[in-house]
């Protein structure tokens, strides 16, 4: 029930594509739900995040989409370029409580 | 804001040495920080919470003898490898939780990683 399931575990995305990478989560005591960015030899960095009593999230390019009743999540990157590739990992806990991290997706954007 | 730091970025020694690695937040008082591990092309594994002043809470499977917490202050937390193997070889990175007010509830901050090699 502490699971965070992430997929895909690869994406390639042509230059000014839209990237969608997704997670569902099992426990419903979650009510933070981050998405961080990681690249090669460096920690992660929070990207965005929302609590479960909005849908929907928009911060520039970055997008999180939420579903309560499904119990999913996803992040929606729009216009997608060479820089954003990286690894994306999405992430829950509860309030106080220790994040529980997808098992991260490798983005690639191809010029 | 929210600046997390952790000190040395690499270090390379010999096996049975023991390496410290610090996690300091820079511009907020960190009351929890934490500690993962993370292999090649994994998630990130939690391996313990560190509270000021008080004894670390690790996570079922990490030795306490092995990987020594300690979280002096609210702007500083260590963790010393102790006795370190080639398998305790791996990118270390600490967290710090950002209490409320100022910037968004809840949110954690991570260090840039420390890759440790044991040879």
């Known amino acids: 029930q502490q699971q965070v399931k992430q997929s895909p575990q690869s994406l390639i995305v042509q230059k000014g594509g839209i990237s969608i990478i997704n997670c569902a989560y099992e426990?419903?005591?979650?009510?933070?739900f981050p998405w961080y960015q990681q690249f090669p030899g460096k920690g992660p960095a929070l990207l965005i995040a929302?609590?479960?009593?909005?849908s929907e999230k928009k911060e520039g390019r970055f997008t999180i989409s939420f579903n309560k009743s499904a119990k999913q999540f996803s992040l929606h990157i729009m216009d997608s370029q060479p820089g954003d590739s990286a690894t994306y990992f999405c992430?829950?806990?509860?309030?106080?409580?220790?994040?529980?991290f997808g098992q991260g997706t490798e983005l690639s954007v191809k010029p | 804001g929210a600046v997390v730091s952790q000190h040395p970025s690499w270090v390379i020694c010999k096996s049975g040495t023991s390496v410290k690695i610090e996690c300091r937040s820079l511009?907020?008082?960190?009351?929890?920080m934490f500690w993962y591990r993370q292999f090649p092309k994994q998630s990130l594994m939690l391996m313990a919470t560190?509270?000021?002043?008080?004894?670390?809470?690790?996570e079922q499977g990490v030795e306490k003898d092995k990987f020594l917490i300690n979280h002096a202050s609210l702007t500083l937390s260590t963790l010393t490898v102790t006795s370190a193997h080639p398998e305790d070889s791996s990118f270390y990175i600490c967290?710090?939780?950002?209490?409320?007010?100022?910037?968004?509830?809840?949110?954690?901050?991570f260090g840039d990683g420390t890759r440790l090699s044991i040879l």
């Open positions: 967290s710090a939780r950002v209490p409320g007010g100022k910037y968004s509830n809840q949110p954690q901050h």
């Open positions: 426990n419903t005591a979650f009510d933070y």
């Open positions: 929302i609590r479960p009593d909005v």
């Open positions: 992430a829950a806990s509860r309030r106080g409580g220790k994040l529980i």
């Open positions: 511009d907020f008082q960190a009351t929890t």
């Open positions: 560190s509270n000021e002043g008080s004894k670390a809470t690790y």
